[in-house]
């Protein structure tokens, strides 16, 4: 479509003129052809000044969560994916699109949910025009057990994404919490559905949230004191779309090679991971622990030497990390 090739032309150089005549030649239409595709854009919102003599540009505006942005990023094409505006939550979209059929790869991108939802039962804030929502759906035919160390590869591929657009890779607090400067950036929700006669899995969800442009006043009740955003944290502009792209590039390296190179996986968790040679305290229900965490083992169970000096390895449960989110637990 002419409009999305004249977008992506002029979203190339924001601020700069590109002449109609450039235009043309480049994206091989007419100069008539450009200035229709131009107006269009300017209807659909698009800022786009035009001067004789010297042609077109995109003025510098918050670039919108929507597809045509996306796809100037994303270099070539790639089937299976949407955006929305509001969505109640990625994941549950990605699930209800699952048992419709939709096939391995299929992901949904939102610019808002309406019940974003988080690890343990918790709600994910996630309000328009300030993060990115993002999930994805594959199936592959192995047991779950297999897919165990998803959620932490999914963080790694999620600072992949940002260190690509942003320079900057964040850490990642044990299991998925990604982190920067101590504050809590965003987080992975996985979801899996098992064939029961097979044993095998029919489907999995990985889910990704990402604070990009909140102010600390945007982020209301508990999370406030410990979550922050890439904006916030870098103290300058990060392109949602751009950081959109970058994640689905990711997340389909991910699905490719993971499960191939694993150890090359592994080594960038641990080099990511906060976590490791960190004072934690463990919870699991009512009980609290004080331990320090030793590694994370190739199914991504965190190991622990707990105070009585057994070693343990951690699967599941809450892990808070010393002078993380203002946890400073108490001395022995
Ligand atoms: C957590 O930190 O507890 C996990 C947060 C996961 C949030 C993402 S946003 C996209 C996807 N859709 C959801 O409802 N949740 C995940």
Not at 68 to 96: A, F, H, M
Not at 127 to 146: N, T
Not at 167 to 192: F, Q, S, Y
Request: hydrophobic content about 35%; glycine content about 10%.
């Amino acid at each position: 479509m002419s409009q999305d090739r004249v977008y992506a032309a002029l979203a190339k150089c924001p601020g700069e003129y590109l002449s109609g005549e450039e235009l043309s030649r480049e994206l091989g239409i007419t100069r008539a052809a450009v200035w229709k595709a131009v107006e269009a854009l300017r209807h659909q919102g698009y800022a786009i000044e035009a001067r004789t003599g010297r042609g077109y540009c995109l003025v510098e505006t918050q670039e919108k969560l929507e597809r045509r942005e996306i796809t100037s990023y994303l270099g070539q094409d790639r089937p299976n994916w949407q955006v929305c505006g509001e969505v109640d939550s990625t994941n549950s979209l990605c699930k209800r699109l699952a048992m419709e059929g939709a096939p391995d790869g299929t992901a949904v991108i939102a610019d808002c949910q309406s019940a974003g939802r988080g690890r343990r039962g918790r709600s994910f804030q996630s309000p328009a025009g300030m993060g990115i929502y993002f999930s994805i759906l594959w199936r592959p035919e192995v047991p779950p057990q297999d897919l165990m160390s998803l959620p932490a590869l999914g963080a790694v591929a999620a600072c992949r994404a940002v260190e690509e657009v942003c320079g900057v890779c964040p850490e990642i607090k044990w299991p998925n919490d990604l982190v920067l400067h101590g504050k809590k950036l965003g987080g992975i929700l996985t979801e899996m559905a098992m064939e029961s006669e097979s044993g095998l899995v029919e489907y999995v969800v990985l889910g990704i949230g990402i604070n990009v442009c909140q102010h600390r006043e945007d982020f209301e009740g508990e999370v406030a004191d410990m979550a922050s955003s890439l904006e916030t944290e870098l103290g300058e502009k990060v392109s949602r779309p751009r950081l959109a792209a970058a994640l689905l590039h990711q997340m389909d390296a991910l699905r490719r090679e993971a499960l191939c190179s694993p150890e090359k996986w592994l080594a960038e968790y641990r080099r990511c991971c906060l976590t490791l040679g960190a004072q934690v305290q463990l919870i699991a229900g009512e009980r609290r622990s004080t331990a320090v965490a030793l590694d994370v083992d190739e199914t991504y169970g965190l190991v622990v030497r707990r105070s009585d000096g057994t070693v343990d390895t951690v699967r599941s449960g809450e892990v808070s990390v010393r002078g993380l989110y203002g946890y400073v637990p108490e001395k022995e």
